[in-house]
């Protein structure tokens, strides 16, 4: 049986390919697999307006003709009829993104001087007129030599033309061949694309200009990831330095309130439940309260400018990578500042098993209240120095850190993807907003609201637990001449604890801080301030800093151990809470808790024996 004559839909990824391709197939449509590669070759059946058949191939989005991915290889091999399993195509169906021109172009115009019989589908035109822009179609078709078709391929706009001037393309004898031009190099063709789509622009709105300039350089395959990099660098950057004033002046401000206490009361137990129970532990959580606004300025600037939306396009095809949808992003991206809203924000996707995924992952992302833990121990252990101008240690090991939270992640959700949570990706839907200059006010009210939910934090929960801990801690009465940490009854659990995390190089004092831990992450440093006030007061030494007691009692290796087992370790009992609420039971809750620890313990290990055997 003589095979039907194939037509490949191609063009830059999210022009709008396989949305055309599903209007023109409708549901005869078959998934296969090219061999040898992991990549999806989907095809299906169409019929031309003179009722032959011709099978329609949906080839992966390329930027152009040199690949940089199995996708883009698969692509370029099957044009150049060099890919196995495939036959060459008859015609192409190219496909280009009308708010996109100039950059869809140049592509455009490679795919052009192959010499096949080419259609050009002037795809997502309802979104270039939303933005302002006009084009006319008859101009493009004049300067490429092919015919062109404005579309609109979810609201089916545009396909009869499209079939029919296929129906003229393929398989005749007066098929209008592009003829094979030489391949310019891509300067020229960049110049040559940009000539033509402006060329091609009947009007344009200077708004809708400026926001494609921003658009060409946030969106670029290479440039939008590295400004997303540099953004996240100088974010993290700033929680350190720009707080170090702040926190200096609250410091202060506790430091004086505790001398002022200690200078109206008489030495007794009221006074050491208010001094090293309520001022230690809120203090020490307090002293957070600038990074975690800095941090939410950061999150909150971009969300209002119209870039995050942007961060979560250039982060949709790594993210579909490891079986997620890009709608994945803006849950995940909330929960660097904390899960729960970040868990309570996966209601958008519709898939069960993305969104249950998503919720899974979701702690791993850095909240912040890993942040007082982290900027403790790296104030403690990390030297502050400039790795090159600009560039601190700190910062960078902090980054590093969020770094490794990300990476578990998308670990995790491979392999959840694989097992528990098994079934099809669905695709990115996502409309990009217009950029604007954020609002002062909304702005303002959004650090509030946290600062406010923060607060209202420190005032119960962490209050509440530094009180309990204090109790624990400081009962019973030691006999003089011995550690009253050690003699406590939260001494003698943490005892009992430190058999279990002494093979991954967790102390006496860690095995402490993680009681109290459980309940939100951000009292163990309370947890730590308030046992080392309390032997404070017993060797009378005098009041030492955090810093200068953490310096002496822990090594380098414990104290990277420690981190690493804040990334991972799901401490927090509202997260638990949430995802019970949103996956309507304890089964799923009591996964994320035991996946997580377990893979605390191992990473926590595993760094502490590297860092003993380094030497560090
Ligand atoms: N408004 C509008 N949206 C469109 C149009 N065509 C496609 N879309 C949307 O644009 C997004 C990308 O479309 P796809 O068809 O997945 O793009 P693609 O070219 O197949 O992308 P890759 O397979 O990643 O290369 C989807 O969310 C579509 O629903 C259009 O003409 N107008
Ligand atoms: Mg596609």
Not at 253 to 261: K, R
Not at 589 to 594: G, I, Q
Request: some cysteine; hydrophobic content about 50%; glycine content about 8%.
């Amino acid at each position: 049986m003589e095979m039907p004559p194939l037509v490949a839909m191609v063009g830059n990824p999210n022009a709008g390919k396989s949305a055309l391709f599903n209007a023109l197939t409708g549901a005869r449509q078959k998934v296969g697999n090219y061999p040898g590669v992991t990549v999806e070759r989907h095809s299906g059946r169409l019929a031309l307006d003179d009722g032959r058949p011709v099978e329609l191939v949906d080839l992966p989005g390329a930027y152009s003709l040199e690949p940089s991915s199995p996708d883009e290889r698969v692509t370029r091999d099957v044009l150049l009829g060099a890919q196995s399993g495939e036959r060459r195509p008859d015609a192409l169906v190219v496909v280009l993104d009308a708010a996109n021109l100039d950059n869809h172009l140049r592509f455009a115009m490679q795919l052009i001087a192959l010499g096949l019989p080419v259609v050009i589908a002037l795809n997502m035109v309802d979104l270039a007129e939303r933005d302002g822009l006009v084009l006319d179609p008859t101009v493009l078709a004049r300067e490429l030599g092919v015919p062109v078709v404005p579309t609109v391929a979810v609201r089916r706009r545009g396909i009869d033309t499209l079939r029919a001037t296929l129906t003229g393309l393929v398989g005749t004898a007066a098929a209008p061949t592009a003829p094979a031009a030489p391949v310019e190099d891509i300067r020229t063709l960049q110049r040559r694309a940009r000539a033509l789509s402006k060329a091609a622009t009947v009007s344009e709105t200077p708004t809708r200009r400026w926001h494609h300039a921003l658009d060409s350089v946030a969106l670029h395959p290479v440039f939008g990831p590295i400004l997303l990099v540099a953004l996240l660098f100088v974010m993290f950057q700033a929680v350190f330095s720009w707080s170090e004033a702040p926190i200096g002046w609250i410091e202060d401000g506790f430091t004086a309130l505790e001398a002022a206490l200690k200078g109206m009361m008489p030495d007794g137990f009221l006074r050491s439940l208010l001094t090293d129970g309520v001022i230690a532990g809120v203090g020490a959580v307090l002293v957070f309260l600038p990074q975690i606004l800095i941090l939410f300025l950061f999150i909150l600037v971009l969300e209002a400018s119209g870039y995050m939306v942007r961060a979560a396009f250039l982060m949709d095809r790594m993210m579909a990578g490891v079986g997620l949808s890009g709608r994945a992003f803006i849950p995940l991206l909330s929960s660097f500042a904390c899960a729960v809203p970040g868990i309570m924000a996966t209601r958008t996707i519709e898939d069960e098993k993305d969104r249950l995924t998503t919720i899974l992952i979701a702690p791993l992302m850095t909240c912040s209240a890993r942040l007082p833990v982290y900027t403790i121990i790296i104030g403690a252990f990390i030297p502050a120095r400039q790795v090159v101008p600009f560039v601190g240690l700190q910062g960078l090991v902090l980054l590093g850190l969020y770094l490794m939270g990300i990476v578990g992640a998308f670990v995790a959700a491979l392999l959840l993807r694989r097992t528990v949570t098994k079934g099809e990706s669905s695709g990115f839907m996502m409309e990009m907003p217009k950029y604007q200059l954020p609002r002062l006010h909304d702005v303002a009210i959004g650090l509030w609201s946290r600062a406010a939910i923060f607060l209202k934090r420190a005032g119960t929960t962490i209050a509440l637990t530094t009180v309990v801990l204090w109790a624990l801690l400081s009962f019973p009465q030691a006999p003089a001449g011995q550690s009253q940490v050690e003699y406590s009854v939260a001494g003698r659990i943490a005892s009992g604890l430190e058999v279990i995390v002494r093979p991954i190089g967790f102390n006496h004092d860690i095995a402490l801080a993680l009681i109290p831990a459980m309940a939100a992450r951000e009292v163990a440093v309370a947890a730590i301030g308030t046992a080392y006030a309390i032997d404070d007061t017993e060797d009378a030494s005098g009041a030492k800093s955090l810093v200068d007691h953490l310096r002496g009692r822990w090594s380098l290796p414990t104290a990277l151990a420690f981190l690493m087992w804040f990334v991972f370790a799901p401490q927090c009992i509202s997260t638990i809470a949430v995802t019970r609420r949103e996956t309507n039971g304890w089964r799923w809750p009591v996964f994320m808790l035991a996946y997580l620890f377990v893979t605390a313990y191992v990473m926590a290990g595993i760094t502490f024996w590297l860092a003993t055997f380094a030497g560090l």
